[in-house]
Structures are given as C-alpha cells and as structure tokens.
C-alpha cells in the first residue's frame, strides 16, 4: 500500500487533485488508516488512475470521467470515437478561423474589400416542395432543422425530385423576438398533407431574386450579405422583396472537400414603389 503522496508520484496526480478525485468518487483510497487517518492506495489502483490522466487531458470533465469509467470496452470505446469527432470537427473550425482570420490580415494592410462577389439578377421557378419551419436559437444551428426534415422525409418515404433541390429561408416577419425563424424545404415529385411544423405546398416564382454563388466552407457566407448591401445601394431603384434563400447547390453530401461546396444566396428584388 502507498500514502498519497507516494502514490502521486506514482500517478502523475497531485495530492490536491487525489483529494479532489476522492472527494467526487472517482478515485477513492483502498484504505484509511485506522490509526494515522492516512490515505492508502493499492499498485492495482494505478491503471485507473493512469485512464483517469488521459481522459482528463482529453477535455472530459470529472463528472463525464465517472461515467465513462464504468463503461465496458466496447461502449468506451464508441464514446472515445465520438469525442474524436467533436475535436476533428473543433480543428476544423479552429483551421478556417485561421484561414479567415489571415483572409482579414491581408486586406487590412492591403486596403481591399472582403465584400467582392458577384451579383447577378436572374429568375427563380415555382417548386413544388415538403418543408419544415422552426425557430433556432442561432443561424448555426440551421442543421437542427434538416436533421428533423430529413428524418421525417425517411420515415414518410417522401420521393424528391430530379434534379434534387432544396434551400432555406429566413423569414423576416416576427419583428424582433428571440431566435431565428428558419424553413427548410425540398422539392418533391408529389404533394400530400404534411403533419405539425411540416406541410407541402407550392412556393413563389420570382422574376426578379439577386443571386449570388460562393465557393467553400458555409463560415465564409457571413460576408455575402454585404456584397447584396453594397449591391442594392448602388441600384437604388430596387428594394428587397421577399425571404432570403439559400441553396446548397453541392455540399457535404456531395463533395468531401468544404473548399469544393457551392453555395447560392438569393434575394427576391422589384422596383421601388412610391411612398406616401
């Protein structure tokens, strides 16, 4: 048997963090004792403590390491996989804001515009499509609403249409409640009745939407509403005229690259009409 600091040193785990850990239950001493009140600990309690280490330094917390240490191999393991895919996913992020970050560098000390896309004006048909409209508690969260689209359009067999379309639009009634209000939608070979937040129906044909097309990751559209903002100051005839849509024209499931994604930004525009 070790005292605890014995057994720290042996563990690589401070004598605070041993007391911490017993405190929580997740590293208890094998005996107390009797006489001295000492903390003793067994050579058998060192791989414990050793998984105890690796979790912790892999970004679990005292609570999530409890549980994970009542695990078997098997179940450990598919939590293991699926923190490896919240960090690969969290490197992702951390590399393209460095990139953006760098993008920004440059045309600070350079004195150019990050705001240069393209606007085109071109016409959009009526779909028919299934759809589903919520509310997000943030712009990034729009994949909440596909997951529950896409699980209702499996569960239903919903057949889409050729060529496969879809989009999102944020709707601008609401005036400045909490969230955002998003609908996502498919185009579809039938229609039928929908159930709750998703039904079907025909959308709107625009003869007029301002379209934008961007190359990449779904992090660099943050700045293409400022091309339609600098794009509509300079054509002060227009006014904007309807939701702004998006469309994944190729996306993750289509492409492995996010630099390959393509991207489409509409907004449906008209001539200005007279304001008493």
Request: proline fraction near 3%.
């Amino acid at each position: 048997m070790f005292k605890i600091g014995e057994f720290s040193r042996l563990s690589r785990i401070s004598v605070r963090m041993l007391r911490h850990y017993d405190k929580f239950g997740l590293l208890v001493p094998a005996e107390i004792d009797a006489k001295s009140g000492y903390r003793l600990y067994s050579v058998e309690q060192l791989p414990h403590a050793n998984k105890i280490t690796t979790l912790r330094d892999m970004g679990f917390g005292i609570e999530d390491i409890k549980r994970l240490s009542t695990l078997d191999d098997e179940a450990l393991a598919n939590e293991l996989e699926r923190r490896g895919k919240e960090l690969r996913a969290d490197i992702e992020r951390s590399e393209r804001m460095l990139s953006d970050l760098e993008n920004l560098r440059r045309a600070v000390l350079t004195g150019s515009s990050l705001f240069d896309y393209e606007v085109s004006l071109v016409s959009v048909p009526a779909y028919d499509v299934v759809s589903l409209r919520m509310t997000i508690s943030a712009y990034d969260d729009e994949r909440l609403a596909w997951e529950a689209l896409g699980a209702y359009m499996k569960a239903e067999r919903i057949s889409v249409s050729d060529p496969y379309i879809e989009f999102c639009e944020f709707h601008n009634e609401g005036g400045e409640g909490e969230g955002v209000d998003i609908e996502v939608a498919v185009a579809v070979d039938e229609t039928r009745e929908g159930s709750g937040a998703v039904r079907f129906y025909r959308t709107q044909a625009y003869p007029e939407v301002a379209s934008v097309m961007i190359y990449g990751p779904y992090e660099n559209i943050a700045s293409v509403y400022a091309s339609f903002a600098q794009w509509l100051e300079a054509h002060p005839s227009l006014e904007m005229a309807g939701n702004t849509r998006e469309i994944a024209h190729r996306g993750c499931w289509n492409a492995d690259d996010p630099s390959e994604y393509l991207t489409e930004f509409q907004i449906p525009v008209q001539t200005k009409t007279a304001r008493s």
